[in-house]
Structures are given as C-alpha cells and as structure tokens.
C-alpha cells in the first residue's frame, strides 16, 4: 500500500531528451508504474485527449511547443490528472507561469530517483483524496466576493489557509511543495484583494457569517 494502486497507474514522461525519459521510466516502473514516454508535444497530447494517466512529467523546454505551450493546449487548469513540471534553477519564474496554466507542481532540476518516485506517489494520492474530499474546499462558504475567480486548486489551497494550515502542512495534504502553496496563496491575495492571510480569512468568512 506504499504507493497505492500502482498496477494500473500510468504515467506519461514528455522530454524530448532521451536519458531523462529512460531515467525516469526505469524508476517510476520498478515502482510499479507503467510509464510512457514522449519526446515532443503533439503525440503527447494526442495520447492525453484519449487516455488520462495518473500523473503526467512534463519539461518546460521541448522542440517546437514549450511546456507552457502544452499547458495552455491541453487547457491543463481542466485536466482530470496532475501535471508535474520538470525546470532548471533557472526556469523558476517559467515554472510559476505553468502553476498559473495549471500545472499541479513543479520538479527542479538536478532530482534523483527517489524524490521523482516520492513526488508522483504524493500527486497521485492527494489528487484522489481530493476527489474525495475536496481538501478541505467543502469547509469554505459557497460564495464570498471573488470566488468565481479562484481555480479548484485555489480553493483547495484558500481551504487550508483558512483551516490555519501553514505552507508546509498544506503541501502535505495537496500533494504539492510549500512554494507552490505559496505561488497559489499569492494569486489567491490577489485576486481576492486581501494585503495577507489574514486579510484572506476575513474575506471569507465575514461572507459566510453573513449568508
């Protein structure tokens, strides 16, 4: 039960270099996944308009179409699976537009086998017990000013802030890394005009007392 029902959990690897995809299969397989690799964007997203994985690994800089490109055609906010980033150091900004686009987290490049292994078990497992149980979401009101605005994973995110949950502990229960959390809180602030996290909480349940 370590990684949950990985017999039939597909991950689908889009890196148009080959040694990162053979590295990753052979990890992600001897974990029990079924990996399939991709070395450009169309077939990739082919493959994911007819078949939804558990878990995709996609690398910012491909031929052709970016990942971010990617994103935006698979409209990746919708997809029903989460979506890891794969950047450089320097691909930290690109990696926060991503999350913006939908990704679900990023990975930073040098990692080794066993936080790529960790870092899917941890996707796949919070994404179903979000389907479960929304994360903590089902906790805020059904309405408050700006949250038409927020995305699910916003919800989720705003859901754990406002249950008093620190970055750390709220990546724990998403899934995610504390500075994704943080990327989230802050379009959150934004959207929702709030100066902190208090500010957000006031937001929300002055609305929800009032309703």
């Not at 040098?110 to 796949?124: G, K, L, N, S």
Request: aromatic fraction near 6%; hydrophobic fraction near 40%.
């Amino acid at each position: 039960m370590t990684l949950g029902n990985t017999d039939s959990a597909e991950v689908y690897i889009v890196d148009d270099d080959p040694l990162v995809r053979n590295a990753l299969s052979i990890v992600l397989s001897r974990a029990g996944y079924q990996v399939k690799g991709f070395a450009e964007g169309a077939s990739f997203l082919a493959a994911a308009r007819s078949r939804t994985p558990a878990c995709v690994i996609l690398d910012v800089h491909m031929p052709g179409q970016s990942g971010l490109d990617i994103l935006k055609e698979l409209n990746a906010q919708q997809y029903p699976a989460p979506i890891f980033i794969i950047s450089g150091a320097g691909d930290i900004p690109m990696a926060v537009e991503a999350i913006k686009n939908g990704a679900f987290d990023f990975i930073e490049k040098p990692f080794d086998a066993t936080t790529a292994v960790t870092r899917v078990r941890e996707a796949t497992e919070a994404w179903s017990r979000r389907a479960k149980q929304a994360n903590g979401a089902e906790s805020l009101p059904r309405t408050f000013p700006g949250c038409d605005q927020l995305t699910s994973r916003e919800r989720d995110v705003l859901g754990q802030i406002a249950g008093g949950f620190s970055n750390k502990q709220a990546g724990r229960e998403l899934g995610i890394s504390p500075r994704t959390i943080e990327v989230h809180r802050a379009r959150i602030m934004e959207k929702l005009g709030a100066k902190n996290a208090a500010d957000l909480v006031r937001i929300v349940l002055s609305e929800g007392r009032g309703a």
